[in-house]
DNA sequence: TAGAAGTGTGAATCGGAAC
DNA sequence: GGTTCCGATTCACACTTCT
């Protein structure tokens, strides 16, 4: 009763589409638990950088020498890590997931972090760079991509994830693990005052919006403790998603509060994504048999020759078996499990028709009773 | 004095171009130190499967269920991996270097363990399957990469990296960090007596071959603590490098040293071989959505007064219809089928413009980074 | 014989609502 | 919380068989 107040309140005090300032470890600490649906993190690499880079002309590359980037250590930069995931861990709802992105410096110590805290690996994806920088010296392969993790927050967790709004994004084949997204460049940069990068490593929006439309629904509150120019939180914004940002350093939250408040969400139409068929609701084969669709006694067939018999009750009767479409749709394949809708076909006019059209039928009066769309 | 003779002693005594039976840990222990060139290991990935996973046509997914995939815990194979590591380390020559592969599931912890070795990341590499396995429940994304990481024995090791092979291999620009390198499957997959797969997870050839072109030079000494069918040993056969073959399983040796007595050391016009160009690659056009080219919401024409809406999934709705540009535009013609890229314009200072030419745009971009074999 | 059509398969951490 | 049972879900190739 107590904890039930307590969470409502502590959920009612979640701060919503703000920019918190401070460590975002400290700040993670003080907000309730279990209230966030997903975190987008964008973690330090810990580069270990030595010296400066010049390219072939002399020109000298603009590296990341931020004091952020500093750790001592392995040792160091694990501890950080630690904290931090466990922090984020927290946070996140029971059916809540995390993205951490990162290159060969950090991932490999961030992935196994992820993996002793108990999140669970959904997939390793691959940002490739259509436009990377090139290796200058000609020492190594031409660094053209990054890392992403995605992981739930245990391996019981029921994550979101927009399996056919993923595959209409790839033009009607499943999205791979991994990606080609430019470079953030251009009007999309942020610049400064003098006319510099704002922050060294701005991440490109279609990265950003490819991870939301992917893992969040609208309405999802999304957090992202590394914040930097806000990236996140404008893509949030623009998808009807709600953020929470956290930044240490004031120049980020000022130049990122700029960008969000520009932000235009989208309408509402255009936020809906293609929906899977597991939301719509569930038909019971008998009610088929109810509504006079298919008489008792009447025969289904099957792709490959079988027959069985519609009873009463909505339950099939064939080559000595009986029970569901379903099993005995399974029991005449020796298959495992079989889905009796789309397997069992009625004749009419001598042409056989699947009984899945008589579900969509039933699909479409219930909309219609419900006035709702589709 | 002694120990150059010592070492010199142990070189003479390299087991050259032969498959050693047994432990690979004790086995690399047994061997003179600093004596190999180049290691290459495909360890176990822990994949930790479940149960059984089927097709949607019901069909079995053959899966990697052997027993030298099974570990305790992280923690026994975290120990696993430090012990092959260690033993590996100490076989390097001072400017040698190591190639791991492995998949989410055990990448993370493999590059943790390389790093606290002591090894000297200079890349990760992403092998991009062509072809891989798709995910069948649609509940992730298809796993459609590995991951290959390289490192020298330590920060101050002199590596090789043949810089100009890679770039010519790549028709005359930087070879990138992202491999695409299809399966191993056709003649090239080693079948039993039974005509199963000899091994569950045989690299391909082409995987190897570019490895070792960058990385060794011809003479060099090659170590496969993990030989498996012997894909090391039968590329640096053809390409003219020495190798090691270490294998635990009876059964691949036997396969692994038919295979290798089969190859033939390639004459040198052969090696000129790779590189051909790829069709126009398709361009999703969720990603002229991404990329912010078009924003949600925003009104699509077509050249008889038809208009849609686009929404973030890259899915078109228009006149009652959901669907790809394509569909929809079909549905607005009454035709079996339409080019969506030619049939859609969108409105810019009041001109209409075919979305064909943010494809192009695409296209170029693409071309210009990475429309190379890779 | 060439082309069309059908079959097989790959390192996979691959449910969830209802009772 | 355990059990039952509905019922959703695949891409690129290589190879074989049929027309």
Chains 1, 2 share one sequence.
Request: charged share 25%.
């Amino acid at each position: 009763m107590m904890k039930t107040m307590t969470q409502g309140a502590a959920q009612a005090a979640l701060p919503l589409n703000q920019i918190l300032a401070g460590d975002c470890i400290e700040v993670m600490r003080s907000l309730p638990e279990a209230s966030v649906d997903l975190i987008f993190a964008d973690p330090p690499y810990n580069l270990q950088l030595r010296g400066d880079l010049h390219r072939p002309d002399n020109s000298r590359v603009d590296a990341v020498d931020d004091a952020w980037d500093q750790f001592a250590s392995f040792e160091a930069y694990d501890r950080f890590t630690r904290d931090w995931l466990s922090a984020a861990q927290r946070l996140l709802k029971p059916n809540g997931a995390i993205w951490v992105i990162g290159s060969y410096h950090n991932i490999f110590r961030v992935g196994s972090a992820m993996q002793n805290a108990g999140f669970w690996i959904l997939n390793d994806v691959v940002w490739r760079k259509s436009n990377p920088m090139p290796n200058f010296r000609g020492k190594r392969l031409t660094n053209a991509h990054e890392t992403l993790i995605w992981a739930s927050k245990s391996e019981a967790g029921k994550y979101t994830f927009n399996y056919e709004a993923m595959k209409a994004l790839n033009e009607g084949v499943q999205m791979r693990s991994d990606w080609v997204i430019p470079l953030c460049t251009g009007h999309e940069r942020l610049k400064d005052a003098a006319g510099d990068k704002a922050h060294p490593t701005q991440k490109p929006e279609a990265l950003l919006h490819r991870v939301l439309v992917a893992t969040t629904n609208p309405g999802d509150v999304v957090l992202d403790p590394f914040f930097g120019t806000g990236t996140t939180g404008a893509v949030a914004k623009m998808l009807g998603r709600d953020f929470i940002g956290i930044e240490r350093e004031e120049s980020y939250r000022a130049v990122a509060q700029e960008r969000i408040d520009r932000v235009r969400k989208f309408d509402k139409s255009a936020l809906e994504t293609t929906g899977s068929k597991r939301a719509e609701p569930r038909v019971p084969f008998g009610q088929v048999v109810e509504r006079g669709m298919l008489r008792p006694g009447e025969e289904l067939f099957s792709p490959r020759g079988g027959i069985a018999k519609v009873r009463a009750d909505g339950t099939l009767v064939g080559n000595d078996v009986k029970g569901s479409i379903h099993q005995v749709g399974a029991h005449l394949e020796g298959a495992p499990s079989c889905n009796g809708w789309t397997y069992w076909h009625f004749k009419r006019d001598g042409k056989l028709i699947p009984i899945d059209l008589l579900r969509q039928q039933i699909r479409a009066e219930m909309d219609a009773d419900l006035g709702r769309p589709n």
